[in-house]
């Protein structure tokens, strides 16, 4: 038992005078030739550890500049997103603002009308018919016959009125005309639909002086539309001395494909 108890004791003895060896040593110089070369030795170990740790580190803020990066671009996304629903919205305040103006001052140069404006809700899905489908109806005071304008110009006649809504007929639909003037020469016609191909003003007298560029207007015969109406202007000339009346292709002031707010004249002095 005392053999063990020495045996154990032994290696504590030998590291303790290895330490006091060592201590003592130091100051006078003579372990530092051991010290270089265990320095050398440990000097790619330790380089390997500097740049492990070094490398970890650079990582560790790598990813946590990302996720920051990450949450900003986030950020900015939602921000753009919100930033452009509200330029869309007031984008569409703008346009609805500008045709309200339009139909006030088309309201304030003609005080003889009786006006109600509408919305477009609905248009011929084939295009043969042309007409359009507006949100007011009989209960509004509507009625078949009543004339559809803009302030640029004339867009049709009411065809069928439903308690909420009525059918406008588009001056292009091939059942439309129009008793029209030459605003120059004062020549008549009528104006009549022609689907896809526009406006054609027949019965104009041969020696009726017409030219590309004169402006067409309603002449109020008949008492279905006001007159004085812009209806659009002279394209094209057709004569034929053969004819007794030469042919007017008319563009309209009106881009049917795009309507979205009428007026319905609902009384006016015929």
Do not use: C
């Not at 110009?153 to 001056?171: E, F, K, Q, W």
């Not at 309603?218 to 030469?246: C, E």
Request: aromatic share 4%.
């Amino acid at each position: 038992m005392s053999v063990l108890r020495n045996r154990s004791v032994t290696p504590a003895v030998s590291l303790l005078v290895g330490l006091l060896a060592i201590t003592l040593l130091r100051p006078t110089g003579y372990l530092q030739p051991v010290e270089d070369l265990v320095a050398s030795a440990l000097a790619p170990l330790q380089y390997s550890l500097d740049w492990t740790s070094t490398r970890i580190t650079g990582w560790a803020q790598t990813l946590k500049h990302l996720n920051s990066l990450q949450a900003r671009v986030r950020e900015l996304e939602e921000t753009v997103d919100r930033l452009m629903v509200e330029n869309v919205r007031l984008r569409e305040a703008e346009i609805e603002l500008a045709n309200l103006r339009e139909q006030l001052q088309f309201k304030i140069a003609n005080p003889s009308y009786e006006l109600l404006a509408a919305e477009v809700i609905g248009r011929d899905p084939s295009n043969l018919l042309h007409y359009i489908i507006i949100d007011r109806g009989t209960q509004d005071g509507i009625a078949i016959g009543m004339p559809v304008v803009t302030a640029r110009g004339l867009v049709g006649r009411i065809t069928t009125a439903y308690p909420h809504s009525a059918r406008v007929m588009l001056l292009t639909d091939l059942a439309s005309s129009v008793n029209a003037l030459i605003q120059s020469s004062r020549a008549t016609g009528v104006v009549q639909g022609q689907g896809q191909r526009g406006l054609m003003m027949r019965y104009v007298e041969q020696n009726e002086p017409v030219q590309v560029g004169d402006i067409v207007l309603t002449s109020g015969l008949g008492g279905n539309f006001p007159k004085r109406r812009v209806i659009g202007q002279v394209t094209a000339v057709k004569r034929n001395d053969m004819d007794m009346f030469q042919e007017v292709q008319v563009q309209s002031a009106v881009s049917f494909h795009r309507l979205e707010m009428v007026l319905v004249i609902q009384s006016f002095a015929p």
